[in-house]
Every structure is written in C-alpha cells, then in structure tokens.
C-alpha cells in the first residue's frame, strides 16, 4: 500500500494591519483601495482626536500605526509609545522633504507649531527641526482651516476670526473642544478683536493662559457659545450656527444638501498636517505591512481620495496622476469646476462655475497664521480649558 500524500499547511488568511486615527482619514475608501492593492487586511479603529490621542499614549499594543495629527507627537512621543521611521526605506522621501512647510525661506515668518518642529529624531531620541535620518512621524495630509455658517442665513460672509466672538452670532457658535485646535482658533478670534495679545500664540505663558481662559470664560457665561464639537460639527436645528470646521465635515454635510457657506478669515487660516507613526511594540513582519502602507500612501490613490475630501498631500505628484484634470485643476488649482465635482464617498459637492473657497492651495497655505499647537504648559491648560468645554459638549 503506498504512503498517503500529505499537504503541506499553508496559510491563506490576509496579514492584518492595525491602525489608530480618527475619521478624518480613516474612511472606507481609503480601507478599501488599500486592502485592494497592499492585498493585506486592516483594522481602522477611528476615534475622535483625544480618544485617539489618549489610547496611543497608554496602549501602544493595540495598533500598528498611529494615523494622526503632528502636533500629537508632543504628548505621545515623550511615552515612548513610537518608534523612529527609517526614511531610506519611504521610496518619495525626495519630495516629501521638499515640501515648502519643511523648507522654510531663510529670514520668513514662520509660525510656530509646524510639522518641521518635531519631525525628526535627533541623536538623544528628542524631537526637533535638525535634520537626520530618521523621523516621528510621515507627514501626509494637511490643510488650512477656519469656520463656516451652517444652516440657512442671509447675514454677509464673515470675513474675520473676530465674527467667532460677534454680537450677531451670541448663542450660536460651536468650536472645536480639542484645546490643541480650539483654542488656537479663539486665539485668533480675540486677536481680530483686539482684546487679546501674546509674544507667541502658538504657545502661551501662564499668564496669557490665565488670561485666554478668563476671556473666553467671560464669552460662554454671557451665553455666546452654542457648545464644543468633538468629531463632528453641530447640524443647523434651530437657525444657524457659526461652528469652526475641518474640511471633512464641511464636505460631508455639503453632501447631504445641507446649506452650509466655508469662510476664508482676512487674519488667514489654522493649518494642520496629518501623518502615520509606528508602534514601538510591533514585530518584525508586521513592521514589513507598515512601510508597505505608508508608501502606498503616497503612491497616489490615498492622495486623490483626500484631496476629494478637501485635504492636500505632501507629495502631490503622483495625486495628480490618479486625478482627472478637471479635479486636479479645482481641488489643487482653485480653478472653476469644468464639470460637477465628487467628494471621496461619490457624492456631488461642487457644480460647474463654482469654485473651491480660498483659492489654490498655494494661496490658502502661504496664509497659514497658526498651526494646531500643543504648547510647553498645556497641562496647565487643558486643566483650565475643561472646565470651559467638558460641560457644553455638543
């Protein structure tokens, strides 16, 4: 009787690949591109910004990559939660080191916050702007944000961070309760006004903190807050609100047929950078899925489906290949839409004739006034500050 043939085992199930973020860009056609192409599997585990931001500091066990904001890395790198990224092994790091935010004109105003700040991993393990060859973080999307009027309103477009803090809005404005984000918006809306003045916005002594909270506590006991969003800005129930906003969700209630009008703010605007960080704790295969991600990132689909939902990338030249002309030529361009324009979930956005609020992305970045800032004492300033937001959650 001959021997039974035996089949060696093999293992068909798609390696999987754990990442942390928010719903910013932790959208499925993002998950579904990248499974397609990578053919690996992924856990999105989308959360708002300081769930998201509080998880990486304490469980770095429980993801691969943590998709979030640079100005996080002061608060979740000091845990040891990351490890470093070899940039010898992300194939575009030529363009993504050119980006002009990391290349700043000798002698130019530059505000403080940016992602050049912390990027890369200096010699002690701390963060600074000395370049090297490894960094925190790789930056993907960025973009510049302000507020908008949600809801039906025939009041004139406000063209100023000081409208935030108007009469005519009491009662009706949101802002976001993130203090790295909202409250470099209030910052801006006190300034316009006049009423407050700082050697350095991006980070505040404690006595400018004393004072902020002060003001701004003054502002929601007279009633003029409608409440702090978290992940999503309010819906227009009762009249219109004044809610600052992400492009995402600007987008996203556009969608919906929601009347809605994005400001762009004389002052210019708060700018953000997202990008992918590595968890000390993954292996080694693991950690082979996790460059393969982050390159494909920037290879140019995940581009293209962000810039449909309002975002720039770093390395915009393969995004252009995976963009239709009229799409390139809007988004990036701020060119009149040719034909009617999509946002990354298929939806129409935008019709012929209209254009894209702000401009180009090379005027709505070079008037970038603020970046989302995590400041030397934001203990002390979170402290205070939820006090003002934890109670008036929208």
């Given at each position: 009787?001959?021997?039974?043939?035996t089949t060696p085992f093999v293992n068909t199930t798609p390696a999987v690949l754990r990442v942390l973020?928010?719903?910013?860009?932790?959208?499925?056609?993002?998950?579904?591109?990248?499974?397609?192409?990578?053919?690996?599997?992924?856990?999105f585990t989308a959360l708002d910004g300081i769930k998201s931001q509080r998880r990486g500091v304490l469980a770095p066990d429980s993801f691969d990559i943590y998709d979030?904001?640079?100005?996080?890395?002061?608060?979740?790198?000091?845990?040891?939660?990351?490890?470093?990224?070899?940039?010898?092994?992300?194939?575009?790091?030529?363009q993504v080191s050119n980006w002009a935010v990391l290349r700043p004109e000798p002698n130019s105003h530059v505000p403080s916050g940016t992602p050049l700040d912390r990027l890369y991993v200096q010699e002690n393990g701390e963060l600074g702007s000395a370049v090297s060859g490894r960094i925190s973080m790789l930056p993907t999307v960025y973009n510049a944000d302000s507020f908008a009027i949600v809801g039906e309103s025939s009041v004139p477009e406000p063209t100023s961070w000081?409208?935030?803090?108007?009469?005519?809005?009491?009662?009706?404005?949101?802002?976001?309760?993130?203090?790295?984000?909202?409250?470099?918006?209030?910052?801006?809306?006190?300034?316009?006004?006049?009423?407050?003045?700082?050697?350095n916005p991006g980070n505040l002594t404690l006595n400018e903190i004393k004072s902020f909270i002060r003001l701004v506590k003054q502002y929601q006991l007279a009633g003029h807050f409608a409440g702090f969003w978290t992940d999503r800005t309010p819906s227009p129930d009762n009249g219109a609100t004044l809610s600052t906003m992400w492009w995402s969700n600007y987008l996203s209630q556009k969608a919906k047929g929601i009347p809605i009008r994005m400001c762009s703010p004389s002052e210019g605007y708060r700018g953000w950078c997202g990008g992918m960080a590595l968890s000390q704790k993954m292996d080694k295969r693991t950690e082979e899925l996790a460059y393969a991600y982050l390159n494909w990132w920037l290879s140019g689909p995940a581009g293209a489906i962000m810039a449909r939902n309002g975002?720039?990338?770093?390395?915009?030249?393969?995004?252009?290949?995976?963009?239709?002309?009229?799409?390139?030529?809007?988004?990036?361009?701020?060119?009149?839409?040719?034909?009617?324009?999509?946002?990354?979930?298929?939806?129409?956005?935008?019709?012929?004739?209209?254009?894209?609020?702000?401009?180009?992305?090379e005027t709505r970045q070079g008037q970038i006034a603020i970046w989302n800032s995590v400041m030397e004492e934001h203990n002390f300033l979170v402290r205070l500050w939820d006090l003002i937001t934890m109670d008036a959650l929208i």
């Amino acid at each position: 009787m001959s021997e039974p043939v035996t089949t060696p085992f093999v293992n068909t199930t798609p390696a999987v690949l754990r990442v942390l973020g928010t719903g910013v860009t932790l959208i499925d056609t993002i998950h579904a591109s990248a499974e397609a192409d990578l053919g690996i599997r992924l856990e999105f585990t989308a959360l708002d910004g300081i769930k998201s931001q509080r998880r990486g500091v304490l469980a770095p066990d429980s993801f691969d990559i943590y998709d979030q904001w640079f100005h996080d890395l002061d608060l979740v790198w000091p845990a040891r939660s990351l490890r470093p990224i070899d940039v010898a092994r992300i194939k575009c790091w030529d363009q993504v080191s050119n980006w002009a935010v990391l290349r700043p004109e000798p002698n130019s105003h530059v505000p403080s916050g940016t992602p050049l700040d912390r990027l890369y991993v200096q010699e002690n393990g701390e963060l600074g702007s000395a370049v090297s060859g490894r960094i925190s973080m790789l930056p993907t999307v960025y973009n510049a944000d302000s507020f908008a009027i949600v809801g039906e309103s025939s009041v004139p477009e406000p063209t100023s961070w000081g409208d935030l803090l108007s009469e005519q809005w009491r009662g009706r404005v949101a802002i976001q309760a993130d203090a790295a984000i909202g409250v470099p918006d209030l910052l801006l809306a006190l300034r316009a006004r006049g009423e407050f003045l700082c050697d350095n916005p991006g980070n505040l002594t404690l006595n400018e903190i004393k004072s902020f909270i002060r003001l701004v506590k003054q502002y929601q006991l007279a009633g003029h807050f409608a409440g702090f969003w978290t992940d999503r800005t309010p819906s227009p129930d009762n009249g219109a609100t004044l809610s600052t906003m992400w492009w995402s969700n600007y987008l996203s209630q556009k969608a919906k047929g929601i009347p809605i009008r994005m400001c762009s703010p004389s002052e210019g605007y708060r700018g953000w950078c997202g990008g992918m960080a590595l968890s000390q704790k993954m292996d080694k295969r693991t950690e082979e899925l996790a460059y393969a991600y982050l390159n494909w990132w920037l290879s140019g689909p995940a581009g293209a489906i962000m810039a449909r939902n309002g975002a720039y990338m770093v390395a915009p030249d393969a995004v252009r290949k995976n963009l239709s002309v009229n799409e390139w030529n809007f988004w990036y361009g701020g060119e009149p839409a040719v034909s009617k324009i999509h946002d990354a979930f298929g939806n129409v956005v935008y019709l012929p004739g209209e254009r894209r609020e702000g401009g180009s992305y090379e005027t709505r970045q070079g008037q970038i006034a603020i970046w989302n800032s995590v400041m030397e004492e934001h203990n002390f300033l979170v402290r205070l500050w939820d006090l003002i937001t934890m109670d008036a959650l929208i």
